[in-house]
């Protein structure tokens, strides 16, 4: 059973334009909301995360928006660039539940110059 | 500031060869964790460890042990490699509530002949 379902598997944007990712998850009780950017070779590293006590998250050109009822959120890249080609994982925990994360499958992002 | 130590960062085995991945992390974290990544599939939990002394079984834990040796380290065994375990395995960190981000190791990229 598959908590959290990414979606799409891959994404190719021009430069300047809005990368969009989205991800969708059943457990209602995970209450902290992190995505992950890797890059070839290296581990994920934390983009961002939210909690769902708010609605939306921004910090400069990435910004996650949340949407309880729906059980789903999503990463919004403003003006990507081709720097920010890499994979993004979005993941779900239950911050009292020994910090265990469950992931979903991964966005590879191609930004063209 | 050294964050997640993985060693080492290749290897190749036999079929039923033994192998001990090693991880530590520099971070005072109480939890850390093993995942596998394999094409398509994300991050899938090995096993974790939420404290010095705990060990839990994550998503695919079938052919793995590990050892909390200490707050600081963390390591993974493969008792009898076998093909289906070639991967690059990830080591993880977490400093718990009330921030369940994890941060992540550079990867092992483990095949198996």
């Known amino acids: 059973q598959q908590q959290v379902k990414q979606s799409p598997q891959s994404l190719i944007v021009q430069k300047g334009g809005i990368s969009i990712i989205n991800c969708a998850y059943e457990n209602t009780a995970f209450d902290y909301f992190p995505w992950y950017q890797q890059f070839p070779g290296k581990g994920p590293a934390l983009l961002i995360a939210?909690?769902?006590?708010?609605s939306e998250k921004k910090e400069g050109r990435f910004t996650i928006s949340f949407n309880k009822s729906a059980k789903q959120f999503s990463l919004h890249i403003m003006d990507s660039q081709p720097g920010d080609s890499a994979t993004y994982f979005c993941a779900a925990s239950i911050v009292g539940g020994a910090g265990k994360s469950t992931f979903g499958d991964g966005t590879t992002l191609t930004v063209k110059p | 500031n050294a964050g997640v130590t993985q060693t080492p960062k290749f290897q190749v085995l036999k079929t039923g060869q033994s192998m001990t991945l090693q991880c530590a992390q520099d971070?005072?974290?109480?939890?850390m964790y093993w995942y596998r990544q394999d094409p398509g599939m994300g991050l899938r939990l090995i096993y974790y460890?939420?404290?010095?002394?705990?060990?839990d079984k994550g998503e695919v834990p079938n052919g793995y042990n590990v050892s909390r040796l200490n707050k600081r380290e963390f390591s993974l065994r493969l008792e009898s490699a076998a093909p289906s375990q070639t991967s690059v395995y990830f080591c993880?960190?977490?400093?718990?509530?009330?921030?369940?981000?994890?941060?992540f190791g550079d990867g092992t990229r483990l095949s198996i002949l």
């Open positions: 939210i909690r769902p006590d708010v």
């Open positions: 971070m005072n974290h109480n939890s």
């Open positions: 993880a960190s977490s400093e718990g509530a009330p921030r369940a981000s994890q941060h």
């Open positions: 460890s939420a404290s010095e002394g705990t060990t």
